[in-house]
């Protein structure tokens, strides 16, 4: 099992950047695929990102690819969301979540476990 805690959220004008930190605790951090989800109010939780076990392949959102960098520190239990030219639309409840199965998934119902999330939102 393993417990998830984002970070990192906040308020930032369009164009800005921030940077969303997951912190792990439990086992074996690195048998675990790595995924960002986010949630705006009135909409289903989306896909923004997920990264292999060991950190080599990425997977994006349409939405989100070009702006967004996924990454990810087995050695500190770490994975990180890299976020930047931010617009509006990107405002969001933003999850953090890990996979036990092999492969990137893009649906959160395949993912184990949850973090509580981190708020980010982009003024206009």
């Known amino acids: 099992q393993v417990q998830l805690v984002e970070s990192g959220g906040g308020l930032v004008q369009a164009g800005g950047s921030l940077r969303l930190s997951c912190a792990a605790s439990?086992?074996?951090?690195?048998?675990?695929?790595m995924g960002w989800f986010r949630q705006a109010p009135g909409k289903e939780r989306e896909f923004v990102a997920s990264i292999s076990r060991g950190g080599s392949i990425t997977d994006y959102a349409d939405s989100v690819k070009g702006r967004f960098t996924i990454s990810r520190d087995n050695a500190k239990n770490t994975v990180l969301l890299q976020m930047n030219s931010l617009k509006p639309e990107d405002t969001a409840l933003y999850y953090c979540?890990?996979?036990?199965?092999?492969?990137?998934?893009?649906?959160?119902?395949?993912?184990?476990?949850w973090g509580q999330g981190t708020q980010v939102t982009v003024s206009s």
């Open positions: 439990g086992r074996s951090f690195d048998s675990y695929v």
């Open positions: 979540a890990a996979d036990r199965t092999v492969g990137l998934r893009r649906t959160a119902e395949q993912y184990d476990y």
